[in-house]
């Protein structure tokens, strides 16, 4: 699995995507409810580089590949309740402990 660490792309966007997959997913911005989301799980991206502007590609997948795809989401203004199947896929988040 693909891990690029740390690293910060302005106007990003999926370019190339892949092998659709559903997976449970939460938000800091819904703290209490999660869903089931289908998603790529590769895909290509490409953004900026803050400062210099320089146009790089990233290619990910697995949850590198998710968590790309939520937060560019997020500067569209959509969350992964906009995203799941429907209601019957959002649940109350577990609490363990």
Same mark, same amino acid.
Request: aromatic share 6%.
């Given at each position: /699995?693909?891990?690029?660490?740390?690293?910060?792309? #302005?106007? !990003?966007?999926v370019v190339?995507?892949?092998?659709? %997959?559903? @997976?449970? %997913?939460? #938000?800091?911005? *819904? +703290?209490?409810?999660?869903?089931?989301?289908? $998603? !790529?799980?590769?895909? *290509?991206?490409r953004g @900026?580089? +803050?400062?210099?502007g320089e146009?790089?590609?990233?290619?990910?997948?697995?949850? %590198?590949? $998710?968590?790309?795809?939520? %937060?560019?989401?997020? #500067? !569209?203004?959509?969350?992964?309740?906009?995203?799941? !199947?429907?209601?019957?896929?959002?649940?109350? /988040?577990?609490?363990?402990?």
């Amino acid at each position: /699995r693909t891990g690029h660490g740390t690293f910060v792309l #302005c106007n !990003a966007e999926v370019v190339e995507s892949s092998r659709n %997959e559903k @997976a449970r %997913e939460g #938000c800091m911005s *819904v +703290p209490d409810l999660t869903g089931d989301v289908k $998603r !790529a799980s590769r895909i *290509v991206v490409r953004g @900026a580089l +803050p400062g210099t502007g320089e146009v790089v590609t990233v290619t990910t997948d697995a949850f %590198e590949a $998710r968590a790309l795809q939520h %937060e560019i989401d997020h #500067c !569209a203004g959509l969350l992964f309740l906009d995203r799941a !199947a429907g209601a019957h896929a959002i649940y109350a /988040r577990k609490t363990y402990l």
